[in-house]
């Protein structure tokens, strides 16, 4: 029997799924290896990645015609090896992208427990803040928002953790709600627990498996939202290296035909996109059955 | 019925309350919003006059009020740049963005509705896991990295598609391609879900025992119970695709509001801005209370649950 | 005269996708039913009855495969069909009735629409002739202004309204033969009999075979002909229902009849059966009732018993019982 194409495709698909003991390898490797190449960016990387040569611009990587070994993966307008900067890139996207998404999280997820759990006024307020915030679009709020108080680093991990935090709201005050109604909630109010007591001990630790799948699979849309801000010259202000400020300085060379300047680092956003997601596909499955449809 | 809408337009305003005061504070957190609210390049005295004009020293809620009055007429300012009224140049612009969206919501429907239904009639055979993939690349692809690949490939080595402007078919294939590439991916997810799980019920179970032919089964039981939900999904997104095709516009020099968006932020021309998120946000609030009543009239058991 | 429906040794199993577990849902068995007559399948939860009729009807989901045995329906084996020889069976030759009738109907499309349907596709009936014989079949069933429901949606209809829609649907191609599957258990009980009468009347209006599947002793008693008691996927006993309740062999089918609670019972407590129904993918060695019989020996716990005639028409699987 002939090995047609549909089985060679199942065979990649079911190898690009394997799981050791449980854990999907590949995004977890990608997501590793991404994390130890941003810790030691400063060690790993060739050259530096703010300051340029420009004797040296737009140099292509060293596989093709006119590349040099000292600039692996070529250099942009300004003669700044892109290796480099693509190192010190994932160390921006990683640490916004995992700082936002916990503290998103924290607050996104507190507010959910307040509002579903106090319920009456306390529940009104916050889901109408929450809903009215839902509405705006994601990029449109945080780009006014970074046109208000400026970009710099710390503030895209601000603006982001206050445009996402809605996100788990919503969904763990459903959770709340429907975990009041519980046996064991009602036993604990019966036995005579502050509100406060209840919401920690008993409420919060069950809520924690939804928050988790959920930052996961956020981990992806707000890495892309930073380099999305990064490339509208709003996020991460130049001259430090962030892949999606690489992408809008390699906009310049694109009619040119300076591929890697665009190719390469969106790349990089992609495979650690894809990879939070995979890792956030498999959390989902594992922690909690329920949360399928999400 | 009637204190159902009532109910649902006094939740909506609230809403709006809530959307342009959070736009006011945020404003005013950053100290002094003159210097948001004045053109670039001002001296001092006329930010100092500009300030009493603007009526920046009044007590907080006044200015509230006086926001919101404005906003009310319609009145959001005028653009420092191209020194007309910023709702003119709004609405000037946003036919473009209405076009690309519908465009690209096309796209996704196109793509994402059958793949979909492939992937759930082949359940964990060749067309599910190739569907797998489609979906996880469309959802990890950043729409704007998709946008610069298509015109590198289309652009600049093949020379076949304009990269930017707007006028022509030719203008409107990439963008709505690259907007339309990630929206097609989750809606695609959703239709196979939804599948799946109205292929396992009772209904389309009976159906079968009927003698039904599968493909009667499948497009005429199945189907139209799916893609409830899809369709729902479709219309959010198209608001969405309206709104929030900034970076998409941006990197085809599309003349829509996502494009304006952007030249404000980039000649910090903050009354744009500023408006771009307040029509924006309205829009959306008024498009969901629309919504639901329409539900409401078209499904009686909605008014009674809330 | 042949019987309408013959199962021999009919085998159904479950298999994990590794192929590791096993689980033997129908285990060789045997049965018979002739046209007009009512045939009873009982059992607990996880004894195989549904399994079975959706193995008739050849219609499992995909973990399941056939795995031995004959299903001979007017003579023909019905395992030997094609798919598309099947799909022209199932509702015009053999029609089925499910649980749950609110999530049987398709929300989305009428009630007259979904009755018709069957003609339709297999008849080639017209959209006009199949509404109005879809009118008929709803008189047929007794739902009052049938002309004013056939243009109604499931959602505005009661439960025991779309019951007999659903029995409509079944009825609408003259089937041979009718298995319902526990079509009263979520039915009230004051509506249960109408339902049981109605079913009682078509089958001798239409001289149709029917299966009726459920746990329902008293159901049972006035609705069947014949009976089949299911344990653990295999046939403990089968015969004629007056024999059977009056003089049950097996183990089983006496604790079985014994733990109805009765009127003028002087008894303080329930009797149940002790344990709990078998795991089918870990059943017991030898007879799978063993654990819970109060009668088992050594024999039962070795080996699987055979099926024993008792007399005409009435088997057991039991080494104790008596002949």
């Excluded at chain 1, 991990?157 to 975990?179: D, F, K, P």
């Excluded at chain 3, 001289?207 to 046939?235: E, P, Q, S, W």
């Excluded at chain 3, 008894?267 to 654990?291: E, K, M, N, V, W």
């Amino acid at each position: 029997m002939a090995v047609t194409r549909a089985d060679r495709l199942t065979v990649a698909w079911r190898s690009a799924s394997i799981n050791l003991q449980g854990m999907p390898v590949f995004p977890v490797a990608i997501l590793v290896g991404l994390g130890l190449v941003a810790i030691f960016a400063g060690v790993l990387a060739p050259h530096s990645s703010e300051v340029g040569n420009l004797g040296e611009r737009f140099k292509p990587p060293a596989w093709q015609q006119g590349g040099t070994s000292n600039f692996l993966l070529g250099t942009d307008h300004l003669g700044r090896d892109v290796l480099s900067r693509l190192m010190f890139g994932a160390r921006v996207s990683i640490m916004v992208g995992l700082l936002a998404v916990v503290v998103a999280g924290t607050i996104g997820t507190a507010l959910g427990i307040l509002s579903g759990y106090m319920g009456r006024w306390v529940d009104q307020v916050i889901m109408r803040v929450t809903d009215t915030w839902l509405a705006l679009p994601a990029l449109t709020f945080a780009i006014f928002l970074a046109a208000v108080v400026g970009p710099s680093l710390w503030n895209i991990v601000i603006i982001l953790s206050a445009v996402y935090w809605t996100r788990y709201a919503r969904v763990i005050r459903g959770e709340v709600l429907s975990l009041k109604e519980r046996e064991f909630v009602r036993l604990a109010i019966v036995a005579g627990c502050s509100k406060w007591t209840i919401m920690r001990r008993h409420i919060l630790p069950n809520v924690l498996n939804s928050a988790i799948v959920l930052a996961s699979l956020q981990l992806g849309v707000v890495i892309i939202t930073e380099a999305a801000l990064s490339f509208l010259g709003v996020g991460v202000p130049p001259p430090q290296a962030a892949w999606g400020l690489m992408l809008a300085d390699g906009k310049k060379g694109l009619m040119a035909g300076y591929w890697w300047l665009t190719v390469l680092p969106g790349l990089c956003i992609m495979m650690m996109v894809l990879s939070a997601n995979l890792l956030g596909d498999w959390l989902r499955v594992k922690l909690d059955p329920q949360l399928r449809q999400l | 019925m009637k204190t159902f809408v009532l109910k649902r337009i006094g939740y909506s305003l609230v809403s709006l309350c809530l959307l342009s005061l959070t736009i006011f504070l945020f404003v005013r957190l950053t100290g002094d919003p003159t210097v948001l609210l004045v053109e670039p390049g001002a001296s001092r005295e006329d930010m100092a006059m500009i300030r009493e004009q603007l009526g920046l020293d009044r007590p907080l809620w006044e200015q509230y009020g006086t926001f919101v009055a404005s906003a009310v007429r319609g009145d959001f300012g005028k653009s420092f740049y191209y020194r007309t009224p910023v709702l003119e140049l709004y609405l000037s612009r946003l036919p473009s963005s209405l076009l690309l969206a519908a465009a690209a919501m096309t796209f996704s429907l196109i793509i994402g509705i059958p793949s979909g239904i492939i992937a759930a009639v082949s359940v964990g055979r060749f067309g599910d896991n190739a569907g797998k993939i489609f979906s996880l690349l469309g959802l990890s692809m950043p729409q704007f990295w998709v946008g610069l690949l298509l015109i590198l490939f289309f652009s600049v080595y093949l020379g076949w598609l304009p990269s930017s402007g707007s006028g022509t078919v030719w203008h409107v294939i990439m963008p709505s391609f690259a907007l339309g590439w990630y929206f097609a991916a989750a809606h695609m997810r959703l239709t196979r879900s939804s599948m799946l799980e109205v292929l396992g019920s009772e209904y389309v179970k009976l159906a079968r025992l009927k003698g039904l032919p599968e493909r009667r089964v499948i497009v005429k039981h199945a189907l139209k119970n799916a893609l409830i939900p899809v369709l729902t999904l479709a219309g959010i997104n198209l608001i969405l695709m309206v709104n929030a095709a900034v970076v998409v516009e941006t990197v085809f020099a599309w003349p829509g509001i996502g494009r304006l968006l952007y030249e404000g932020i980039t000649f910090r021309d903050f009354p744009i801005v500023q408006a771009t998120v307040m029509i924006g946000g309205s829009m959306i609030v008024v498009v969901n209370l629309v919504v639901d009543v329409l539900y409401a009239v078209i499904d009686p058991r909605i008014r009674y649950v809330r | 005269m042949a019987p309408l429906l013959e199962l021999r040794n009919l085998s159904t199993h479950y298999v994990s996708q590794r192929g590791t577990r096993v689980v033997k849902a129908v285990d060789g068995v045997s049965l018979a039913l002739d046209a007009g007559e009512t045939l009873g399948v009982v059992g607990e939860s996880g004894s195989g009855k549904s399994t079975l009729a959706l193995s008739i009807l050849r219609l499992l989901p995909t973990a399941a495969a056939n795995a031995g045995g004959e299903i001979l329906f007017d003579g023909e084996d019905l395992l030997k069909k094609s798919a598309e020889e099947m799909r022209r069976i199932r509702g015009k030759r053999i029609a089925m009735i499910l649980q749950d009738p609110m999530a049987s109907l398709n929300p989305l499309f009428t009630v007259g629409d979904q009755v018709g349907e069957g003609l339709r596709v297999h008849e080639g009936t017209t959209k006009r002739r199949a509404w109005e014989r879809a009118t008929e079949l709803l008189r047929a069933v007794r739902i009052t202004a049938p002309e004013t429901r056939v243009g109604e949606y499931p959602h505005q209809m009661s439960g025991g309204m779309r019951q007999r829609i659903v029995g409509a649907m079944a009825i609408a191609c003259e089937p041979q033969l009718l298995i319902a599957d526990e079509p009263t258990t979520s039915l009230d009980l004051t509506i249960q009999a109408q339902y049981l009468a109605l079913l009682r009347d078509l089958q001798r209006d239409h001289g149709l075979g029917l299966i009726f599947i459920t746990h329902n002793l008293g159901i049972v008693a006035k609705m069947c002909d014949r009976v089949a008691v299911m344990y653990g996927g295999r046939l403990v006993e089968f015969g004629p229902v007056r024999k059977i309740f009056d003089a049950p062999r097996h183990p089983y089918t006496r604790a079985l009849l014994e733990s109805i609670p009765r009127f003028g019972d002087s008894r303080q407590r329930l009797t149940a059966i002790g344990g709990q129904p078998p795991d089918l993918s870990a059943l017991p060695l030898g007879c799978s009732f063993h654990p819970r019989c109060p009668d088992a020996v050594d024999q039962c716990r070795a080996e699987a018993p055979p099926e024993t005639g008792v007399d005409a028409g009435h088997v057991s699987r039991c080494w104790v019982a008596p002949r």
